[in-house]
């Protein structure tokens, strides 16, 4: 018989019947149970998360069951493999296509800082056009090492105010990068 693991209610305060608690903490909790990944997948990173996505691993066990492929219905973005600078403005596109709130994972060495191909047609790093919340290490990076860092999106995701995007400080974070709209919500 399958036994399933039910998520902890956030933080609040409960008596027979009632369960009280902030708007901010079930918003986070059903948020961070229901991502809905989008995978940039350009080389072997992209294998790891085949991987990762299947029965052995099965990343739908994180509620990120529903990949999709289509900017406008995803919130998190998982940027794996090399990344030549002429497909960055592609990479850039589809992050600006996402709407608020959204999140973005740099997968293996490659995404997080060009790994080993330090050359003139690798782009050093996403983080030089589109802000990067979680890094994950190696080369390849493991499905642990991946399921780790999906992890650590979940914490951020189920901690974040609701205010986050409309705060001065995330708006000069996007135009440092160059974007100014915000998004959806
Ligand atoms: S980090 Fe290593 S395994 Fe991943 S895409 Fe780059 S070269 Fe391939």
């Known amino acids: 018989m399958t036994t399933y693991t039910k ?3 956030p933080e609040g305060f409960s008596s027979p019947g009632l369960f009280a ?8 909790l059903a948020r961070s149970n229901s991502i809905w990944p989008l995978p940039f997948a350009t080389s072997c990173c992209g294998i ?3 991987a990762t996505v299947a029965s052995h691993y099965d990343l ?4 990120a069951e529903r990949l999709s492929y289509s900017p406008r219905q995803a ?3 998982m940027v794996m493999g090399t990344i030549a600078k002429k497909m960055a403005p ?7 296509q996402m709407a608020e709130p959204r999140w973005v994972i740099a997968v293996g060495a490659c995404a997080a800082s060009g790994g080993i191909f ?9 983080d030089r056009i589109v802000p990067v919340d979680v890094y994950v290490p190696g080369c390849p990076p493991r499905p642990e090492q991946i399921l780790d860092g999906f992890m650590k999106i979940q914490e951020l995701v189920k901690n974040e105010s609701l205010r986050k995007r409309y705060s001065p400080e ?10 100014t709209t915000i998004k959806g919500s």
């Open 90 to 96: 592609i990479v850039e596109q589809v992050y600006e």
């Open 7 to 9: 998520v902890a209610p």
């Open 60 to 63: 739908g066990r994180f509620g």
């Open 170 to 179: 995330y708006k000069a974070m996007l135009e440092r990068f160059g974007m």
């Open 118 to 126: 330090d050359t003139y047609s690798v782009l050093q790093g996403i």
């Open 48 to 50: 790891e998360f085949m």
């Open 21 to 28: 608690t902030a708007f901010d903490k079930v918003i986070g």
């Open 75 to 77: 919130d998190l973005l």
